[in-house]
Nanobody, 124 residues
Framework: QVHVVESGGGSVQAGDSLRLSCAAS????????MGWFRQAPGKEREFAAG????????AYGDSVKGRFTISRANAKNTVYLQMNSLKPEDTAVYYC?????????????????WGQGTQVTVSS
């Protein structure tokens, strides 16, 4: 069992930056990929970013590519999502997820453990 907890959400203005963190605990001794998803009101959960176990491979959703950066610090069992040039349409609950596979996953059903989410609100 892997437990993930997100932090760092908040309310910002358009154009601002925000960094989300996700701390993993529990059975983290194996190789696992991590991802960030987001869900806006009335919309389906969508893939934002993913990173493989080593951190050498990443993937991004089209709507965040070029603005968001995912990274990880395995010594701290932590994954980060640096969000720059935020837009009102980035407003959503952001979820961190862990995948008990080493490779990057881009779909909801590829992830095994989910956090409770952290709210990000971007105003114009």
């Amino acid at each position: 069992q892997v437990h993930v907890v997100e932090s760092g959400g908040g309310s910002v203005q358009a154009g601002d930056s925000l960094r989300l963190s996700c701390a993993a605990s529990g059975r983290t001794s194996g190789s696992y990929a991590m991802g960030w998803f987001r869900q806006a009101p009335g919309k389906e959960r969508e893939f934002a970013a993913g990173i493989n176990w080593s951190g050498g491979s990443t993937a991004y959703g089209d709507s965040v590519k070029g603005r968001f950066t995912i990274s990880r610090a395995n010594a701290k069992n932590t994954v980060y999502l640096q969000m720059n040039s935020l837009k009102p349409e980035d407003t959503a609950v952001y979820y961190c997820a862990a995948r008990i596979e080493a490779g990057v996953g881009v779909r909801n059903n590829e992830y095994d453990y989910w956090g409770q989410g952290t709210q990000v609100t971007v105003s114009s």
